[in-house]
């Protein structure tokens, strides 16, 4: 039976004599002395807690490694954007904000429209009913669709014709006055007169008469208002009359904002309807300025 280990002996067949046989015997008696273990033996002596091998088995690194493609994968999708960005050339994509809503559009506003002109005649009388101060009656007011008065009056004070003369003045040009010296004595009546013409007045060019029957249905629109003007009307004009230039078909009484209010319903603002000439009387002469009579004419701006 060979004994194990017996690999390590060496053999002379010369038969010479071996000045290291004795070493080698030596250490031949002590590896053969020395107790061999099988693998399995060894196998079993190795405390359970140990690995039997460090090293890997083939089939554990290929799964490694495809673990290892597999996370790289998954890390490539979850960053494509940034990754294909830099090889790309680009930044990071920036996100996307939806821009605020328009402000809402306002209105285009209209275009202005010309400002509409009263009656010359109309601002004519307010102008004249603003400038007789306290202490100041007329007799007499002829106004054209012009801009164009003479009045007539008296007065207790001279005082008064002076302040009434300067608002006159100020609204327009004054082209001739009758004023009397003062007196001294506290008792006199001053007569006077005065003509002129109102500024900033538009004033139509050219105006046609305006045929009776219109007239007509004109004077029955402000007679069913006679009463809620304050006025009475003493003549209207009638269809199938003729009237010329001087005539003045229209005649009232009442009071002077009266007058205004039949004018104003008669010849509105911005309309073709205007008061070619107006006369104004007290209602009755001799007494206080409370009552007027007014005689007008209406006619309407051409369309030629």
Known sequence: MAVEGSSMLKINLSGDKDEHKEETDVETEVQ?????????????????????????????VRSLILLAILAVVVLIYFNK???????????????????PPPPPQEPEPEPASEPKQPDPTFVALGGIGEAVPPRVWLSSAVIMFDG??????????????????????????????????????????????????FSGIAVPEILDVIPADNLATLAESVKSRSEEYGVSFLRLPKSGQTYTEKDMPFVLEGSFMGLTKVIADLCPEGGSTKVYRIVINPAAPGKVFD????????KTVSTI
Do not use: C, W
């Not at 107790?35 to 690995?51: C, L």
């Not at 990754?83 to 821009?99: D, H, K, T, W, Y």
């Not at 007027?292 to 209406?298: N, Y």
């Open 32 to 60: 053969s002395e020395t107790p061999t273990m099988s693998d399995e033996a060894y196998d079993d002596a190795v405390p359970p807690e140990m690995p039997k091998s460090s090293k890997l088995s083939a089939g554990q």
């Open 81 to 99: 954007d940034t990754i294909f960005g830099l090889f790309g050339g680009r930044g990071e994509p920036i996100q996307q904000v939806a821009p």
């Open 148 to 197: 164009t008065y003479e009045i007539k009056g008296i007065a207790f004070s001279h005082e008064s014709i002076a302040a009434m003369i300067a608002s006159l003045g100020k609204i327009g040009s004054l082209t001739a006055q009758n004023i009397p010296k003062k007196s001294p004595s506290s008792e006199t009546v001053y007569n006077f007169s005065a003509s002129g013409v």
């Open 291 to 298: 009552k007027i009579r007014a005689s007008f004419a209406i």
